[in-house]
T-cell receptor, first 112, second 113 residues
Framework: GQQLNQSPQSMFIQEGEDVSMNCTSSSIFNTWLWYKQDPGEGPVLLIALYKAGELTSNGRLTAQFGITRKDSFLNISASIPSDVGIYFCAGQLIGANSKLTFGKGITLSVRP | NAGVTQTPKFRVLKTGQSMTLLCAQDMNHEYMYWYRQDPGMGLRLIHYSVGEGTTAKGEVPDGYNVSRLKKQNFLLGLESAAPSQTSVYFC????????????FGPGTRLTVT
């Protein structure tokens, strides 16, 4: 089936640094979502994007809906220890109104 | 609002046993989903429902059954558990077809021995 590509699988950064993640596909999506999952918990929605080129912020997080509709980016600024977790992207394909396609996630570690 | 809740949180089954996982949402959402999450595999859709009384197969439906008798509840059943069904199961809900955001429950960790 369709896949969203997230790489690398793991990222290690120093507290205070900015970090950027991207999510790519060969297909066109009409919605992009970014989730964060803490250990032992369910994914929590961070940001939803609905328009190509849209740039949306949520505190220190900023996400963009790629202009080609085939990718999305998430930036975390001034990282803190509680940013540790798995970050998933998800997209809704045009014509697949009921389901989301998920990336496999990026595990972020923040060194104090 | 409790959001999406799942019971139980943990369960250990022996091969061949059956069980039902319960998902409940208090947000009046139309759509509900069951996923499993395995290391390196991401979230995989098992079954979903677009409204009370409806169900549909997802990516990995074999060995599972579901029912949506009430709008707020979505049940996932394992008739004869197998070790390959050891996983973390997540339920999610979504308001309508025009809102893509899915909201997840806390998960059920199932081990089949």
């Amino acid at each position: 089936g369709q896949q969203l590509n997230q790489s690398p699988q793991s990222m290690f950064i120093q507290e205070g640094e900015d970090v950027s993640m991207n999510c790519t596909s060969s297909s066109i999506f009409n919605t992009w979502l970014w989730y964060k999952q803490d250990p032992g918990e369910g994914p929590v929605l961070l940001i939803a994007l609905y328009k190509a080129g849209e740039l949306t912020s949520n505190g220190r997080l900023t996400a963009q809906f790629g202009i080609t509709r085939k990718d999305s980016f998430l930036n975390i600024s001034a990282s803190i220890p509680s940013d540790v977790g798995i970050y998933f992207c998800a997209g809704q394909l045009i014509g697949a109104n009921s389901k989301l396609t998920f990336g496999k996630g990026i595990t972020l570690s923040v060194r104090p | 609002n409790a959001g999406v809740t799942q019971t139980p949180k943990f369960r250990v089954l022996k091969t061949g046993q059956s069980m039902t996982l319960l998902c409940a949402q208090d947000m009046n959402h139309e759509y509900m989903y069951w996923y499993r999450q395995d290391p390196g595999m991401g979230l995989r859709l098992i079954h979903y429902s677009v409204g009370e009384g409806t169900t549909a197969k997802g990516e990995v439906p074999d060995g599972y059954n579901v029912s949506r008798l009430k709008k707020q509840n979505f049940l996932l059943g394992l008739e004869s558990a197998a070790p390959s069904q050891t996983s973390v199961y997540f339920c999610a809900s979504r308001r309508t077809s025009t809102a893509s955001e899915q909201y997840f429950g806390p998960g059920t960790r199932l081990t089949v021995t």
